[in-house]
């Protein structure tokens, strides 16, 4: 039930219905006997600029931020968290003493999705895609103590800009760019894969992964952040292929505890979040 002292929290997006954030969060609420409710907010871009001001008058205490304002919120905000302010993108907002404060959990959702796997220290990654996914995993990687970062891209230009800003704010030079057709030239020397880009969602979830797995093997650690499907097609070949596989639920849940810890100061359990979204997905 909502009353005057329940508490509310939500996200933000345009459009929002996609969004499996709210029973996740509910769900955690209810175990946890608090009295919060998360709200998702259709939020057209001409109207974003209101956004804050509306959410500090309603008493909102937090927001979470999907597509397309990642990016365009920044300005709109009184603070922003460091890591979020290199990433360039926001997806939490937290309302606290009339401060509207951004973080940015995408990165450390993925890291803690791959340490519960394997360890990251002197491991050579290759990342696929330089989209804004990419960029928030990269930079969270880029402070873990891995060996090499390689950006498979088909544009040469967008994976350099990545690389060059990169390279400029963590004084990390050991990464290189491949053409997304050429992985296949180093998978030999790469450890970890991890997928940032499209190929493969549903509804397209029949075509081919981003990359040829023929040499993907047993040593290799592969994680892909779409989670519907739950077993993408570059995760299923990678099994086949002996290697060990993270699917996109692991990252979806983990920046969502992030964000709801930011929000009430509270960690609810990987259980309490999983259980819903594997119902959701799963029809």
Do not use: C, W
Not at 16 to 42: C, G, R, T
Not at 55 to 83: C, F, M, R
Not at 150 to 166: E, G, P, W
């Amino acid at each position: 039930m909502i009353t005057g002292k329940t508490l509310i929290t939500g996200v933000i997006g345009h459009p929002i219905e996609h969004s499996f954030s709210p029973p996740m969060h509910n769900n955690a609420y209810k175990l946890m006997n608090m009295d919060y409710k998360y709200v998702p907010f259709h939020v057209e871009v001409e109207n974003l600029k209101h956004v804050i001001t509306s959410a500090k008058t309603l008493n909102i205490k937090g927001l979470n931020v999907t597509i397309p304002h990642k990016t365009t919120i920044i300005p709109y905000l009184d603070e922003i968290d460091e890591t979020a302010e290199k990433i360039g993108a926001v997806n939490t907002i937290n309302f606290k003493d009339g401060i509207a404060k951004g973080y940015n959990t995408d990165g450390i959702g993925a890291i803690v999705s791959i340490e519960k796997y394997t360890s990251l220290k002197d491991k050579n990654i290759m990342i696929i895609g330089a989209g804004g996914a990419s960029k928030a995993i990269t930079f969270t990687l880029l402070n873990k103590n891995i060996n090499q970062l390689i950006v498979a891209n088909r544009s040469k230009d967008n994976a350099q800009k990545l690389i060059t800003n990169l390279k400029n704010q963590t004084n990390f030079e050991n990464i290189d760019f491949i053409n997304i057709k050429k992985t296949d030239n180093v998978i030999d020397d790469v450890d970890i894969i991890i997928n940032t880009t499209p190929i493969g969602m549903y509804p397209k979830d029949e075509v081919a992964p981003p990359i040829k797995t023929d040499k993907i093997s047993s040593k290799h650690t592969v994680m892909d952040i779409i989670y519907n499907p739950l077993e993408t097609q570059l995760l299923k070949q990678s099994k086949k292929q002996g290697a060990t596989t993270i699917p996109g639920t692991h990252m979806l849940i983990n920046q969502g505890i992030k964000a709801f810890k930011i929000f009430t100061g509270k960690t609810p359990s990987y259980e309490s979040f999983e259980k819903p979204l594997l119902k959701h997905l799963q029809g």
